[in-house]
């Protein structure tokens, strides 16, 4: 079995909190790393005699060679959890991005132009793309992602996507909910009858979560409901598109369910706000959206405020928000929504393991999965100073290094 000791780490963000610091961060720190979870975790002066303690061989014979990484001084972080993203699709739609740079308003029917395109692709071609976003994604520092369903829209296009989503993480959504094809432009009955039903039963063996986008030109409050009640029946939990584009019904019915997570929160009314606060359901903020559709930043810090739990992710899609970059969303997050670098770390990590409704990523513990990432920086606070910057050095996951 490996074991690695990252040593010399001057700031090590844990995520185990402490009183005033839910980053709970540690100063002159190290990490033992044996096999694909942390051993310990404490200050850099006691770690040898942890590191020859845990790396012993469980045979009784010589202890396993550490490996030791000196961190020079710099921070170390949590592997980012993405919570929300759409990595497999076809085609491309820059030309609607340099529409919209020119002034034509975002709207949601453009996901039926990402619907033809994947439709027309074939298993490999979208394996192969989806397999150059999670090395974009590990490269950027991402080592736990969320992936959606939502460009087939058919029984058949649905139960593939979500097949080759399993292949690359166990955190799949079904979204055959995303909007009514144009082939059921007349009959939305109809649509969402086949999505509560033979397009559920097929995508449901590979998916964990169910979604629905509730939203003026998506999906009714009461369409929402009968989905997400169908995908509850049968097993999955539950996570709401919401409250994007105007103030509506998926706060209210995403915390009556109780999702996991209602993502977007962009208009959100004082009843959405304290709804939140008193549940167990994550807000989780896109503003790669915001970023890419010149619409209004969600207010981040009213949320934090009154006490809800915020994550942040990419909402990586070839449509409103083409970037898998958390860093992005972590400067974003500082510079846009009023939310301190600690808090937008956080959220980067834990909270959107909490989305997840994870507790084995997104914090540096023992015990927890040995996801760790090396910046090229003293501290957490340069991913918001130095925005553009590819600060990420060395990436783990489950302990085994993915870039260097």
Same mark, same amino acid.
């Given at each position: ?19 005033g /610091? ?13 096999g ?12 040898p ?74 298993? /490999?071609?979208?394996? =192969? ?21 939502g ?10 996507l ?19 094809p ?23 063996? =590979? ?46 019915i ?6 996991? +997570? ?5 208009y ?16 989780t ?28 992710? +990419?909402?990586?899609?070839?449509? +409103? +928000? ?12 500082v ?70």
């Amino acid at each position: 079995m490996s074991a690695v000791l990252i040593t010399n780490i001057g700031e090590l963000t844990t995520n185990v909190g402490a009183e005033g /610091d839910p980053c709970g961060t540690m100063t002159d720190a190290a990490v033992l790393v044996v096999g694909d979870r942390i051993a310990w975790v404490g200050p850099a002066a006691e770690a040898p005699d942890a590191s020859a303690r845990f790396a012993r061989s469980t045979t009784g014979g010589e202890p396993h060679a550490v490996e030791v990484v000196d961190a020079g001084g710099r921070a170390v972080i949590p592997g980012f959890v993405d919570s929300h993203t759409h990595l497999v699709f076809g085609g491309d739609r820059a030309e609607e991005f340099a529409a919209r740079m020119a002034g034509q308003s975002y709207a949601a029917g453009g996901i039926r132009t990402t619907v033809a395109a994947t439709r027309a692709a074939t298993d /490999d071609e979208l394996r =192969h793309r989806l397999s150059g976003f999670v090395d974009e994604l590990h490269a950027q520092g991402t080592t736990t992602f969320e992936v959606k369903t939502g460009y087939g829209l058919t029984v058949a296009d649905e139960e593939r996507l979500a097949r080759l989503a399993a292949e690359v993480t166990p955190e799949v959504t079904f979204l055959g909910a995303h909007v009514v094809p144009v082939e059921y432009a007349d009959r939305r009955d109809d649509y969402v009858d086949l999505v509560a039903g033979p397009m559920l039963d097929a995508v449901a063996p =590979h998916s964990r979560w169910i979604d629905v986008f509730c939203e003026t030109g998506a999906f009714t409050p009461a369409e929402t409901e009968r989905i997400l009640a169908a995908g509850a029946a049968r097993g999955l939990g539950i996570r709401v598109h919401g409250n994007q584009l105007g103030q509506g019904d998926g706060v209210r019915i995403a915390v009556a369910l109780g999702a996991a +997570s209602v993502d977007h929160c962009t208009y959100l009314s004082d009843d959405d706000v304290a709804s939140l606060a008193a549940s167990d359901t994550v807000a989780t903020l896109l503003p790669g959206v915001e970023f890419s559709t010149r619409q209004p930043y969600p207010d981040a810090r009213r949320l934090i405020d009154a006490g809800v739990t915020v994550a942040l992710a +990419s909402d990586c899609n070839p449509g +409103s +928000s083409f970037t898998s970059s958390m860093p992005l969303m972590i400067a974003l997050a500082v510079r846009e929504m009023g939310m301190t670098p600690a808090e937008a770390v956080w959220a980067a990590t834990a909270g959107g393991a909490r989305a997840l409704r994870r507790d084995d990523v997104g914090v540096i513990a023992p015990g927890a999965r040995a996801d760790l990432v090396l910046l090229n920086a003293l501290t957490r606070v340069h991913l918001a100073y130095r925005p553009g910057v590819p600060l990420v050095e060395r990436v783990w996951r489950g302990g085994a290094e993915l870039t260097r």
